[in-house]
């Protein structure tokens, strides 16, 4: 049986079936994953053949609902739509190539309604009842509703490897808020001002907006378009997030307490998880003193450490991966 990935465009929904192809490819089975050329690369570098797009998918929401971020809204919807069918024709010629299991995210809006699917799920699955096969990459109490799941719904967690922390001489603040809901050059540079001549490094990754429009940046502030987030978080002290899944399981499978500035429904469902169990604070006020009664909060530190304990040391790969071939027997 062959396995083809189908994931929704955005980086932080590529990666978690990207890690499950990979494991799958190393595992000696046929696999494959459709992306475009932003993503193609890291596919390739990962082992995993790549199935091309014929046009690639635009996933950006502007910052602001001025009259010029709204002319930009409505072309990128357009021209997203235009992807989208062009994608739909793409799929269906790959899939009757060979017949193979289509592990699909939900939010490929591009799948033919009649094509069978297991559905993997990067954030938030529906409902308070899950059934059918599927992977879910999340834990269940950061869901919405804690489900009941039937014994094929596979929650996979955390995508990597728990790695040892390193010591770092001044602590840092990671500032990661994602690559699709961009953000004004007024909240970083907040930030950046706010932690200037303080005691702390800052790592900023301004994902759609250039580091260039920020202006001058403090000597204890960087600012890049993408930072490696999950390899830094090794040293980190805290991590200023959007609340997206992916760096929220990264975060607490290093241990590192969270301040959560969401932007989506998504992201506020999963930020008020995170603060109703300890694990994160709202971010707001002054960010330096934000951060600073972040690490004074005994009840982060203690929900961190249950939290340890509640993760495996493994990653939630080996479980989706092993899942996948035993229902493809």
Not at 106 to 129: K, N, Q, Y
Not at 176 to 200: L, P, Y
Not at 268 to 294: F, N, S
């Amino acid at each position: 049986m062959a396995f083809l990935f189908v994931p929704y465009a955005a980086h932080g929904h590529v990666m978690p079936m990207l890690a499950v192809a990979a494991e799958l490819a190393r595992r000696g089975q046929d696999v494959r994953i459709m992306v475009g050329e932003r993503h193609a690369g890291l596919a390739r570098s990962a082992g995993v053949p790549v199935v091309r797009m014929s046009r690639e998918h635009e996933v950006l929401v502007p910052a602001g609902w001025g009259p010029g971020a709204m002319r930009r809204r409505v072309g990128l919807r357009t021209r997203r739509i235009q992807a989208w069918r062009a994608t739909r024709r793409d799929l269906l010629a790959e899939v009757g190539r060979d017949l193979p299991m289509v592990v699909a995210d939900p939010m490929a809006r591009w799948l033919p309604d009649e094509m069978p699917v297991i559905p993997f799920w990067t954030t938030h699955a529906p409902g308070s009842r899950l059934t059918g096969r599927c992977i879910v990459h999340t834990l269940p109490e950061l869901q919405r509703h804690r489900p009941e799941a039937g014994a094929d719904v596979v929650f996979c967690g955390p995508m990597t490897r728990r790695q040892r922390p390193v010591r770092a001489d001044r602590p840092l603040l990671l500032v990661g808020v994602g690559t699709v809901f961009a953000r004004k050059a007024t909240f970083f540079r907040q930030i950046a001002e706010s932690f200037a001549d303080s005691r702390w490094s800052v790592v900023m990754a301004t994902g759609q907006l250039g580091p260039g429009e920020l202006g001058r940046m403090p000597e204890n502030v960087l600012a890049s378009p993408w930072i490696p987030q999950a390899g830094l978080l090794r040293r980190a002290s805290a991590l200023l997030t959007h609340a997206g899944m992916n760096s929220v399981l990264e975060s607490l499978h290093a241990g590192v307490p969270m301040l959560v500035a969401p932007r989506s429904r998504e992201q506020r469902i999963t930020a008020r998880r995170l603060v109703g169990l300890d694990l994160a604070r709202q971010w707001d006020g002054c960010p330096l003193r934000a951060v600073e009664r972040l690490l004074a909060d005994e009840s982060v530190r203690a929900a961190h450490a249950r939290m340890a304990q509640r993760l495996s040391a493994d990653s939630g790969v080996t479980a989706a991966a092993e899942a996948l071939i035993r229902w493809a027997r």
